[in-house]
């Protein structure tokens, strides 16, 4: 592997991050919505 190739994974590596991310965005702020509403079920219970 030459530094072209090292730097060229790393940069496709983080396209695909960046659109997964911006992709699950509404979902991961829903999950977190609901996060602390499950850990306070159980004291509530």
């Known amino acids: 592997n030459t530094w072209a190739d090292i730097l060229n994974r790393a940069g496709l590596g983080m396209e695909v ?11 991961d702020l829903a ?3 609901s996060a602390p509403v ?5 004291a509530i219970g």
């Open 17 to 27: 991050m960046h659109e997964r991310n911006a992709h699950n965005f509404p979902l």
């Open 31 to 33: 999950t977190t919505e």
């Open 38 to 42: 499950a850990l306070q079920a159980p």
